[in-house]
């Protein structure tokens, strides 16, 4: 809900806006999500007799996550009980996380659960407001102006945001808490993101030491955890996060963060068990059971790995955000398991609701390949490899033509069945590469470490991944020498072709960075920035909110805007 405090549900102060918020109504495009039919119709018309007209209407979630993904709304109208188990509040976090709607966007929940307003005040991600059935039109448009105003106060601040602008999105914030004292938790939330963002521990920590000196809030402290573990400090982490917990146990990425610091600890099975407490409060949520399934496949608690990603399976069903991954996960923990039989009914599940993927096919040839080896048909299981190996080359080629991202699981598995076939050769390159490119990605290097030690080749892995770690030093160091000599060509050039051998996060932040302060000195081009561009764009897909990508965007928007250049995003 997010209602300001000492703020009255009644009539806004300036009436010249509030009058301005009432006309702008008939210009907002709204979608209704509801289960039922007849709901939709009844609220449709109740927004009809207020002036808005241009009405979408959505009866499942997965029909939400394509509405959104094609259109833009300024109003989404969300009943709390939806179609797959899921509430318009997990609804919510997943548009919310997934970057799938705005910040403009007005998100209201209506609900006929008096008791929500005790939900909503703990929740993470809370709505911009809520609705208790019955109401009547005056009640909703009353609701929808409040959230409207509200939008209409921080409209700088997720401007900016949007615009890759952050340092000027924390001046945003500063003007609001200076001049709306009524919002300004609300900025001073945001505040303390950003600087988080752009890696300024020290001052996101001040932020939320201040709201928790007037206010205590489980987002506050969860900000002041995230900046103390930033600084090493795990057991004071550790604690605040228990805290909310107890406070909120609905705080869902209060189970995530405290997980991670278990992770952080060596402590795996604690990550499993806060994991799998953070499913039970939301068993619909499916990157919940992922991160479920993953640490406890890491676990080697095969039993666990494969309920959690059945889960995933079964309810991401129809979803867009259903990938071959979950699939491939379920597929090879059933071989671990030695259920071949029902590795390839999932398999077989596969193919025929991802008909015409390749990628999918790709997945399909490696799981048969696992299943074949656990069962002794090398020979066989070696003729689906080489398959395997020339269908990943076209997956390969036709992801990098669209923009997409290759599955980095898959590569790792496609190297398992290579290792176990006798394909050393070809497994070493798809190792190499997928350790290169996500040398920071503790997971991945945890499946590739699996894999040398299940294939028998855990002394001649542990070396790959130490050369390939130091021809990334390598790699880095010519380019950042360059630049420190001050030849900025010779380092554009070096750490283009560095991210361009490697496309690892940290070198695909470097080579933006370094055509953007070549760019800041001798001029722009519009060449160099579009290969910039694409360096940041899929080092974003990588990580969106690493402090690293941030600080390369924000040196974009910076440069851009010297030569009167709008930065697009």
Same mark, same amino acid.
């Given at each position: ?20 918020? %009432? ?20 609220? @449709? ?11 979408? =209407? ?116 500063? @003007? ?22 752009? =890696? ?63 992770? /952080? ?10 994991? !799998? ?12 059971? @992922? ?101 990943? !080359? ?8 669209? =923009? @997409?991202?290759?599955?980095?699981r898959l590569s790792i598995d496609l190297a398992h069945v290579c290792y176990a076939t006798g394909k050393q ?7 190499? #590469? ?25 002394? /001649? =892995? ?34 283009? #072709? ?33 290969? /910039? %561009? ?5 080092? !974003? ?29």
């Amino acid at each position: 809900m997010n209602t300001p405090a000492g703020k009255s549900h009644g009539a806004l102060d300036d009436e010249e806006i509030l009058l301005a918020l %009432q006309q702008s109504l008939s210009k907002k495009r709204v979608l209704i999500v509801d289960r039922h039919s007849p709901a939709r119709d009844s609220l @449709r018309l109740m927004l009809a007799s207020l002036g808005v007209t241009m009405v979408h =209407g959505a009866g499942s979630s997965a029909e939400v996550i394509r509405q959104v993904s094609a259109n833009r709304f300024d109003i989404i109208l969300s009943d709390f009980v939806l179609d797959d188990g899921r509430d318009g509040q997990q609804l919510l976090e997943e548009l919310r996380h997934a970057h799938l709607i705005p910040l403009g966007t007005v998100y209201m929940i209506i609900t006929s659960e008096r008791t929500y307003t005790n939900v909503v005040a703990l929740a993470e991600l809370a709505p911009d407001e809520y609705l208790i059935k019955p109401f009547t039109g005056d009640q909703l448009q009353a609701r929808l102006l409040r959230a409207i105003y509200r939008k209409h106060v921080l409209r700088r601040i997720y401007e900016r945001i949007e615009r890759g602008e952050l340092h000027e999105a924390i001046a945003a914030c500063d @003007r609001v808490i200076a001049q709306q004292p009524t919002y300004q938790y609300d900025a001073l939330r945001f505040k303390g993101e950003l600087l988080h963002q752009l =890696g300024l521990t020290a001052e996101a920590e001040a932020v939320y030491r201040r709201v928790l000196e007037g206010r205590v809030v489980p987002w506050a402290k969860m900000g002041l955890a995230i900046a103390l573990r930033d600084r090493n400090a795990l057991g004071e982490a550790e604690q605040l996060a228990e805290q909310v917990l107890l406070e909120a146990p609905a705080y869902l990425s209060a189970y995530d963060f405290l997980a991670s610091v278990h992770e /952080a600890q060596g402590r795996l099975r604690e990550a499993q068990g806060v994991l !799998q407490r953070a499913a039970d409060v939301s068993p619909h949520n499916t990157v919940r059971q @992922r991160l479920v399934g993953d640490v406890a496949a890491r676990n080697k608690d095969l039993l666990a790995a494969e309920k959690a990603y059945s889960k995933v399976i079964a309810r991401s069903k129809g979803s867009t955000l259903r990938t071959v991954d979950d699939f491939a996960n379920l597929s090879r923990v059933l071989v671990e398991r030695g259920d071949v039989d029902a590795s390839r009914r999932v398999a077989a599940d596969m193919k025929r609701e991802l008909r015409g993927d390749k990628q999918a096919e790709l997945a399909a040839l490696v799981s048969e390949s696992l299943c074949l080896k656990a069962e002794g048909a090398t020979d066989k299981a070696r003729q689906l490899v080489e398959q395997a190996l020339s269908l990943q !080359q076209q997956v390969e080629a036709e992801n990098q033509e669209k =923009g @997409r991202t290759v599955s980095q699981r898959l590569s790792i598995d496609l190297a398992h069945v290579c290792y176990a076939t006798g394909k050393q050769e070809a497994a070493e390159k798809l190792m190499r #590469q997928v350790a290169a490119e996500n040398n920071e990605d503790n997971h991945l290097i945890d499946h590739i470490n699996d894999v040398f030690a299940k294939t028998g080749y855990s002394e /001649a =892995g542990k070396a790959l991944l130490d050369e390939v770690g130091q021809e990334i030093i390598n790699l880095n160091n010519k380019g950042v020498l360059a630049a420190r000599a001050g030849n900025f060509e010779e380092s554009v050039r070096l750490l283009m #072709q560095a991210a361009d051998q490697v496309p690892n996060l940290q070198f695909l932040v470097n080579a933006a960075k370094a055509i953007f302060t070549l760019m800041d000195k001798n001029g722009w081009s519009p060449s160099l920035a579009d290969r /910039a %561009q694409d360096y940041l764009q899929r080092a !974003q897909r990588k990580d969106r909110k690493s402090p690293k990508v941030a600080s390369a965007r924000q040196m974009y928007v910076t440069v851009a805007k010297k030569y009167g250049i709008e930065p697009e995003f």
